[in-house]
């Protein structure tokens, strides 16, 4: 079993839509981190946290340390936000190793 | 943060032949990993480039096979040796700074072994 799951694996949705990815991890951690990996291959960190919420414009990440669970939303999703979302845990501080998920491909359609 | 570069972004390399993958960072950091991220897979850490010391390899990696070179705290090379088709993946860099658990990536390099 991994030590962190992704669902869905892939999700297709309508230009604006709401959109839920969900993270969840089976070990205890120091910080997770979400990422967005375009067609080309380059990874854009977009949050890392270790308790409660965050927010960047349209995106939103929470996590629930006792659940060891964590979502990424969108809102007011578009087609520039095609790409895969990948969840990494670090397992201790001081900028540590990731272990990362399987990703989710996620597909907005105009 | 810290903006890092990688070259070169893509190459098509035969059979038997070895590849060195360069990694700069703007600014200097703590921490450098090499990842590697087969085709239709998720990430796969390779091993932490150390510097002025020998890389720590993952578990199914080895010296020989990928050599690590990091010379200072802004530059590490991931050389992939005696090539075989099975090496085609993207190859990424990151980057730590301090004790914040943040990370940076690179652009990533995609290899074609034919």
């Known amino acids: 079993k991994n030590e962190v799951e992704q669902s869905p694996q892939n999700l297709t949705a309508q230009e604006g839509e709401f959109i839920t990815i969900n993270c969840s991890y089976s070990v205890g951690i120091s910080a997770l981190h979400w990422l967005q990996q375009h067609p080309g291959g380059g990874i854009v960190s977009l949050f890392m946290?270790?308790?409660g919420k965050k927010k960047h414009g349209r995106l939103i990440a929470t996590i629930n340390i006792q659940e060891k669970h964590s979502s990424l939303h969108i809102t007011a999703s578009h087609p520039r936000d095609s790409a895969v979302y990948i969840c990494a845990v670090s397992l201790n501080f001081g900028n540590e190793k990731l272990t990362f998920g399987t990703g989710t491909r996620l597909t907005i359609i105009p | 943060s810290a903006v890092i570069s990688q070259k070169p972004s893509r190459d098509i390399c035969q059979r038997g032949t070895s590849l060195t993958i360069q990694c700069q960072v703007d600014s200097q950091v703590t921490m450098m990993f090499w990842y590697r991220q087969q085709p239709g897979q998720s990430l796969t850490l390779i091993a932490t480039?150390?510097?002025?010391?020998?890389?720590?390899?993952e578990s199914g990696f080895v010296i020989d096979k990928f050599p690590i070179s990091r010379p200072n705290l802004t530059f590490s090379t991931l050389t992939v040796s005696n090539m075989s088709p099975e090496d085609s993946s993207i190859y990424l860099c990151s980057a730590g700074q301090g004790a914040s658990n943040e990370q940076f990536f690179g652009p990533g390099t995609r290899l074609t072994v034919l």
């Open positions: 480039a150390n510097q002025g010391s020998e890389a720590t390899y």
């Open positions: 946290l270790s308790s």
